[in-house]
């Protein structure tokens, strides 16, 4: 099926400790975006890419890398697990020329990572 | 001020209750607007797009006023499986492909 593939669903860490959450598409939309959602604060953006190659910081980008090496991957790496990255942590993609269509939003979103860092 | 504001709920009501949420944004710039419904434990999916014209789809109706920067959605006879998080979100007008989400509004409906 279509969509956005994000692996793993569920993850807990120790502190200082690395991993990848990974994201994948097969759309071949340019846009790709990364978002942390916690209690009482809404989504909030990460990262986002507007292709392959091409990475930018959104509102809270501290504390975790990407690369877009392909248009389909979007990985986002934590490098030393702090508990206050304990959250869920969604994927979105986007067809940047249909995003400018009136009414249109075409975001798709994966169905989410639940990490917990201990 | 955050960009995007909604009540912060929760909301409880009855079945078949008309329920309103309200939002508000900050940049002025601002040229897209929705609603995003989001279930328990689950991903954020489109509910509707917000124009100033209002749009209605079946029990939904949102609307758009620019002047005051607000955004309303009203669902009528609101059913059970209404329940869930509504979320209020705004795509800025100088990149178009970023989402701002409001914190959200979760509704439960009681029969």
């Known amino acids: 099926n279509a969509g956005v593939t994000q692996t793993p669903k569920f993850q807990v860490l120790k502190t200082g400790q690395s991993m990848t959450l990974q994201c994948a598409q097969d759309?071949?939309?340019?846009?790709m975006s990364w978002y942390r959602q916690d209690p009482g604060m809404g989504l909030r953006l990460i990262h986002y890419s507007v292709g392959a190659g091409i990475t930018d910081q959104g509102e809270v980008p501290n504390g975790y890398n990407v690369s877009r090496s392909t248009t389909e991957d979007f990985p986002l790496r934590l490098l030393s697990a702090a508990p206050s990255q304990t959250s869920v942590y969604f994927c979105a993609s986007m067809h940047l020329g249909q995003g400018r269509e009136k009414g249109s939003d075409g975001y798709t979103f994966g169905s989410g990572t639940r990490l917990t860092v201990v | 001020r955050k960009e995007v504001e909604q009540d912060p709920g929760p909301f409880n009501v009855p079945e078949g209750a008309t329920v309103a949420f309200n939002c508000t944004y900050s940049?002025?710039?601002?040229?897209?607007f929705f609603w995003y419904r989001q279930d328990c434990r689950k991903e954020p999916k489109l509910l509707m797009s917000v124009y100033s014209s209002g749009n209605e789809d079946g029990r939904f109706t949102a609307q758009l006023n620019r002047a005051s920067q607000y955004i309303s959605l009203l669902i009528r006879d609101s059913k059970l499986s209404d329940s869930a998080t509504y979320l209020c979100?705004?795509?800025?007008?100088?990149?178009?492909?970023?989402?701002?989400f409001g914190k959200g509004t979760l509704l439960t409906v009681n029969p």
């Open positions: 759309m071949n939309h340019e846009y």
């Open positions: 979100v705004v795509k800025s007008g100088g990149s178009n492909y970023k989402l701002t």
């Open positions: 940049n002025s710039a601002s040229q897209s």
